[in-house]
């Protein structure tokens, strides 16, 4: 009996082919053209790189300056794109001579210019760093001013935000947000979103983009179809929206539509969710079970709902692909193929690269996705449409213009830029129109015969802003400070005798260990207690300052859904939407290092509660 070996197989039946036109299924040799269009639809974060033989594991050394080996490969594989994030940022010199180290590797290898892409919200989601830049309060609290304001504020922070961006070399920003926040529970959107109406959010969202992209600025809508209704973070999970077709139309896709109808969006980010009445295909995941389509991945959504039916003629980007929502899923080929096929133009974070020996996983990458679009897995024709779609845009932005400008006038212009007095003049503003009172049984203005306050926040960093601010507008004020993230600081109830008046804050939800910003909170971060341990201190501090006559104030600092819960035992309610606060440290005059916190939103709630300003904002969301 004669045995053949595989190899041998092989070459048997591909000298049949040759006879049969019969093929032995063998890699497509590759295409330098096909290669090229897919390393333009892929966009990389930088955040991390480390050299192979560093013993760090994970890596997490940040790259703040271009390092040889990831210069080489920009110049080789030629890439769409970057995204950078608050671990790249340091000064401005540092940031533009980053960015245009990344421009300088791409024409170094032959290609054109790539998309240096941030996520600037504003508000929750900043990325420059606090000194620098002007932050805003964010999305809701601009939906809080629009009973007064109409589109002011969303037509300034889009103007501010892509000044000072362009200025530092970036043409691309991952915003606005044009989700519908119609979930209390919504862990990963909240006060990102306008609000809970969704023509109030497409006028804000449509007044944002246009400011943005006016100046020069790619914008992005996100996260389409609507990530506004999820009690499940995309990051951790994939989460599920059970809205009818007329609901979705009414609320989710209002704000893209009215945006797609009424400007010329660059870009729209995917979401990593399912919704099962738009596409409810199921798909095999890499531990066997079948799933329904996230939209990331559906065709039905992005190509026929998205560009069909509602008429999008720009960019589609994917949310990050390393997100669990993906990654949990699919092995990394398999979705950049599939996010392709369903008709995204960009995948966005397939893979990190942290070492040099990272680097060659790349260019597989590429070279089995081209591979996929050699043998038919991915349609020549739509690939080559979207290369182009991408390089239209790319030329329309003249995103090659920044390096005719010598770095040194470019950091030059960006001093005058970022942070301007005018910028930070109209921060305060925002902060001022956005504060909203709930309620009030006659606690505000704080009275002459309050002397003692005690104040009971969620941490170490906003306990200081807050106390600054009041001191600062009150100097008569005795003020204790607490705060309720550690284990150890436990209530002292009977402090309360003594004390005129509580003032008590909350952020729900909770509030990432990235958000504390203190070393005194994030080094006690393993005895943080729980958010069920702070409501619970918090109620039991507020009942028992109701019982003891007391007044008592209750601030929400991001969502303000949890009012009804306090509002028996409150006298006054405020909310402010968000709580940004920036480190500044100086010398007193006996030689001693000074810190101190302060930030737009804790002047605001000074100012309102010593009667400076009125509060003139209204809720954006319903409270029960």
């Known amino acids: 009996m004669l045995i053949r070996t595989p190899h041998a197989l092989c070459r048997v039946f591909i000298f049949l082919g040759l006879l049969m036109s019969v093929s032995c299924a063998v890699k497509t040799p590759e295409d330098p053209a096909t290669n090229a269009i897919i390393a333009q639809k892929l966009m990389l974060d930088l955040r991390y790189f480390c050299a192979d033989n560093q013993v760090q594991k994970p890596c997490r050394t940040p790259v703040t300056t271009l390092p040889q080996s990831l210069i080489n490969m920009i110049a080789d594989t030629g890439i769409g794109g970057v995204i950078l994030f608050a671990e790249n940022l340091q000064d401005t010199a540092q940031i533009l001579t980053l960015n245009q180290s990344i421009q300088r590797a791409a024409i170094k290898g032959g290609h054109g210019p790539v998309f240096i892409a941030i996520d600037q919200e504003g508000g929750r989601v900043v990325r420059l760093p606090q000194n620098l830049g002007t932050s805003f309060a964010g999305n809701m609290a601009i939906g809080a001013t629009f009973a007064q304001h109409g589109d002011k504020y969303a037509r300034i922070t889009g103007n501010i935000m892509a000044k000072e961006l362009l200025s530092l070399g970036f043409n691309l920003n991952f915003a606005p947000t044009v989700d519908v926040n119609v979930n209390p529970q919504n862990p990963v959107i909240n006060v990102r979103s306008f609000g809970e109406d969704p023509n109030i959010v497409a006028q804000l969202g449509t007044a944002q983009l246009v400011a943005m992209q006016a100046q020069g600025m790619i914008a992005t809508l996100k996260h389409f179809p609507g990530h506004g209704d999820t009690s499940v973070d995309s990051h951790t999970g994939l989460p599920r929206v059970e809205h009818d077709l007329a609901q979705i139309e009414r609320v989710d896709l209002k704000p893209f539509q009215h945006v797609i109808d009424n ?63 993906i990654a949990h899923y699919y092995k990394q080929t398999e979705a950049v193929i599939q996010t392709f096929s369903a008709g995204t133009d960009i995948a ?72 301007a007095l005018e910028h930070k003049q109209l921060e305060q503003q925002l902060a001022n129109h956005s504060i909203v009172k709930i309620k009030n049984n006659g606690v505000f203005p704080i009275n002459e015969s309050v002397r003692n306050v005690l104040l009971v926040m969620p941490d170490t960093t906003k306990c200081m802003g807050l106390h600054l601010a009041l001191k600062r507008q009150l100097s008569r004020l005795n003020i204790q400070c607490q705060g309720l ?19 008590a804050a909350d952020i729900t939800p909770d509030q990432s260990l990235a958000e504390l910003g203190g070393m005194d909170d994030i080094q006690g971060s393993s005895e943080r207690s729980t958010k069920q341990q702070q409501n619970i201190q918090l ?17 929400s600092l991001r969502t303000p859904y949890n009012s009804h819960v306090v509002a028996p035992f409150s006298d006054a309610i405020l909310a402010s939407f968000s709580y940004r606060l920036t480190r500044w440290e100086y010398m007193d005059d006996y030689g001693r290092l000074i810190t101190q916190y302060q930030g737009p939103i804790f002047k605001a709630l000074a100012q309102v509660l010593s009667g400076d300003i009125q509060p003139t904002g209204h809720l954006p969301v319903t409270i029960h």
Not at 316 to 323: E, P, Q, R
Not at 539 to 555: C, E, P, Q, R, Y
């Open 485 to 503: 993230a550690s284990h150890s600081d436990r209530l002292e109830l009977q402090a309360l005798q003594g004390v005129d008046l509580i003032i």
């Open 263 to 325: 400007a010329d969006p660059g870009m729209i980010m995917t979401a990593h969710i399912q919704y099962p009445q738009l596409d409810n295909s199921k798909f095999t995941a890499k531990d066997g079970s079948k799933v329904i389509l996230p939209a990331t991945m559906s065709r039905q959504i992005l190509t026929n709902i998205l560009r069909g039916k509602m008429g999008f003629k720009g960019i589609i980007v994917s949310d990050a692909l390393n997100m669990a929502g």
């Open 348 to 419: 966005l974070m397939p893979l990190s690269i942290r070492r040099p020996s990272d680097i060659p996983k790349l260019k597989q990458l590429i070279s089995n996705v081209a591979n996929a679009v050699q043998t038919g897995q991915l349609n020549a024709i739509e690939m080559q449409a979207s290369a182009q779609r991408i390089a239209n845009l790319k030329s329309t932005y003249r995103l090659s213009q920044q390096l005719a400008v010598p770095i040194e006038k470019s950091v030059a212009n960006a001093q005058t830029v970022l942070g």
């Open 539 to 555: 109620l039991n501090l507020l009942s028992t300052a109701k019982d003891l006559g007391k007044h008592t104030v209750f601030i």
